[in-house]
């Protein structure tokens, strides 16, 4: 239960769960539940749950109280409906998280909403789940669900394992057998004794999980687990059409898509997660150093790293979700290692990190790791890279989600120092003797704002046991000693140390022909776009490093993501793509604003769109798309600049925000 004790509370409490404020004075001005409770109440439960206050105003980040004269008729009116299925489909609360608040001499009701459980979701309204019922949390407003989505949790609610269906049709000719023959031998070299080796074939596919008999119909057949760890490409892509799989090995510490190695479906390899498995883990610990270390006389060939890479390689492959659009996606880059699979996570961020409280999306594909010495179905396999991690003392690892464009669950592992001898050195230099006087947390935080480039509430809580509240006071006191800047607010909130120097459209672009100024002023900063490997610190000058591809984006040295600054440099292929994604503004002159959100955003993901492209490509005029769209989700961090520090410039170009983490787009 959150506590509060004045009115400040809650621009702390606002970065650590999403928080919304409701007057609900009614008509007669003594009290009403408000009718647009409900899809926020929908929304939180199906996101990560979050606080309503009931009876007070908030403007520009200012709460007033008005409080509820009638507060019983409002409590019941709630529990009332709550209770209703033909209003909500579920009720998640109890009388302890709906309390009553007094401040200022006015009574306010608190109303805390849990995230709900997997076989609780979708939460929705009415009796029908479909048609705009169904919300979800996106940044801080409250967004209806399309159908397919609604569709993929129903889905999740009842099937407690994804991979277990059996495929009518598909036999033992669709699996590739080289596969399965060295799963096999892999099998019996660990367990030379085991009676399953005597088996058959199908009878050994059975008992690992991937071949099944129903017993109420009889029905007989290959399991998707089966299809997916051994079969064929173009056999899996028959039942999953958006299955993809790929390997990304990139030669520097930065964000562009360019790659040494990859290995992808391309029809040169079975195609099939157990290929993948064994290829790709090869090839992220290759150039591990493994130091002589004995145990029980014999050699150890593994390090804490290895396991722990191990288990981020299983856990992408047997937590997806391969009916979404996202692909897994695996980057080997020299300071990090990025893992992607598509689909959310059934348990929250914060439960996983704990571990021991294992809810696995394919249970069959990680029971069928497991049995050749990948994996513990126990819950516990975040816990173990992190725990892999913190042996070299490096940067605890990201684990976070993103629902934009698509649903996916990304995971980071970078190689630096916590506690960098070169960070530590510059604080000091910076600092003088204040930051050896500093509690140990703010200490933590300046750290991850010098080897990063920028902390945030999420990243800080990570790294530390302190209450989420705590977190944000001392963020706050960081920002009051004027030692970290900060810019954006809530959950949104981004704090970095003075004196960082953002990229201007003139260094990317090169002068225009007004010959606008550079400004060195410091504005907002997005949590991804400065990190200690971004060529921005280090003052390359972009005027020399200008390249246009084959796709014809502009890459820079100082922008983390390519740009695309004219459509017709385009190659056919990707303005093509562009332009689908773009279809319905570009057909519709009359568009429900969230759809023209969600097309946006779809076109920005992955690279920065100047203004004009994006006018053009979305058929509007410029200053009409940037007054009405593009400036209020720049607002909501859905978007972000590429030039922070001269937000109206006639060059300033946009990305989805989702791409700046580096797992999802900059790292994977």
């Known amino acids: 239960m959150i506590n509060f004790e004045s009115l400040e509370d809650l621009s702390l409490l606002r970065e650590s769960v999403s928080l919304e404020c409701k007057l609900a004075s009614g008509r007669d001005g003594k009290g009403a539940l408000p009718e647009d409770f409900w899809p926020t109440y929908s929304a939180m439960a199906n996101t990560d749950g979050g606080v309503v206050i009931l009876g007070i105003r908030e403007r520009k980040g200012l709460f007033e109280p008005v409080g509820i004269e009638s507060i019983d008729k409002v409590r019941a009116e709630l529990f009332n409906n709550l209770n209703n299925r033909q209003k909500v489909s579920i009720n998640l609360l109890t009388d302890d998280q709906v309390r009553e608040w007094i401040v200022e001499g006015k009574t306010l009701l608190v109303i805390e ?24 949390r996106l940044n801080e407003g409250d967004r209806p669900l399309p159908d397919e989505e609604v569709k993929r949790m129903l889905a999740e609610q009842v099937e407690d394992s994804r991979d277990d269906r059996i495929l009518r049709g598909f036999g033992f000719a669709d699996l590739d057998m080289g596969s399965f023959r060295a799963y096999r031998q892999v099998f019996a070299n660990r367990e030379p004794g085991h009676p399953w080796n005597e088996k058959d074939d199908q009878e050994f596919l059975r008992l690992i999980g991937g071949w099944r008999r129903d017993r109420d119909t009889q029905e007989a057949g290959l399991t998707l687990a089966g299809l997916l760890m051994f079969g064929q490409m173009s056999v899996i892509q028959e039942v999953l059409p958006n299955y993809m799989l790929d390997y990304q090995e990139r030669p520097e510490a930065r964000t562009e898509r360019r790659w040494v190695d990859r290995l992808t479906l391309d029809g040169k390899w079975s195609g099939n997660l157990y290929d993948f498995y064994r290829k790709v883990y090869l090839k992220l610990t290759a150039d591990l150093k493994v130091p ?11 390090t804490p790293v290895h396991v722990a890479l191990r288990e981020a390689l299983a856990n992408v492959l047997v937590h997806a979700d391969y009916t979404e659009r996202a692909s897994v996606l695996v980057v080997k880059r020299p300071d990090m290692f990025g893992f992607r699979n598509p689909g959310l996570m059934r348990i929250p961020v914060e439960v996983a990190l704990h571990g021991g409280e294992p809810d696995c999306r394919n249970r069959n594909l990680h029971k069928m790791f497991r049995f050749v010495g990948v994996g513990e179905q126990a819950g516990t396999g975040i816990p173990r890279i992190f725990q892999g991690w913190n042996s070299q003392h490096w940067n605890p690892p990201k684990l976070y989600e993103s629902s934009i464009p698509y649903n996916q669950t990304l995971l980071e592992l970078r190689m630096i120092d916590l506690f960098p001898a070169e960070i530590i050195a510059d604080l000091r230099i910076r600092f003088g003797t204040l930051y050896d006087q500093l509690p140990h947390e703010e200490r933590v935080a300046l750290a991850l704002a010098g080897s990063e480039g920028t902390v945030n509430h999420a990243r800080l809580c990570a790294v530390s046991s302190a209450h989420p509240v705590e977190v944000t006071r001392t963020l706050q006191h960081l920002t009051q000693l004027g030692v970290l800047n900060s810019t954006g607010s809530g959950r949104g909130a981004v704090y970095f140390l003075p004196g960082q120097n953002l990229p201007t459209p003139d260094d990317v672009f090169g002068p225009s022909a007004q010959g606008a100024a550079a400004s060195s002023s410091i504005s907002s900063v997005s949590s991804s776009n400065l990190t200690s490997s971004s060529s921005v610190l280090v003052g390359t000058s972009s005027a020399t490093s200008q390249l246009h591809d084959a796709d014809g984006y ?15 440099a385009l190659s056919p292929e990707l303005r093509a793509r562009l332009e689908a994604l773009a279809a319905e503004p570009r057909q519709k002159k009359k568009l429900d604003p969230a759809i023209m959100e969600a097309a946006v955003l779809a076109v920005c993901e992955g690279h920065y769109l100047t203004l004009m492209a994006l006018a053009e490509l979305v058929n509007r005029k410029p200053a009409s798309l940037r007054n009405v769209y593009l400036s209020p989700m720049v607002r909501a961090k859905s978007l972000s600049l590429a030039f922070p520090t001269t937000p109206t410039h006639e060059r300033q170009a946009y990305c989805a925000t989702s791409s700046l983490p580096p797992v999802s787009d900059s790292a994977a």
């Open 113 to 136: 909403i849990p995230r709900a459980r997997r076989q609780q979701r979708p939460v929705y309204l009415t009796r029908n789940p479909f048609d705009g019922n169904t919300y979800r």
């Open 292 to 302: 002589f270390q004995l145990e029980k006389g014999e050699r150890q060939d593994e």
């Open 554 to 568: 502009l890459r820079s040295g100082q922008l983390p993501l390519p740009v695309i600054s004219d459509l017709k």
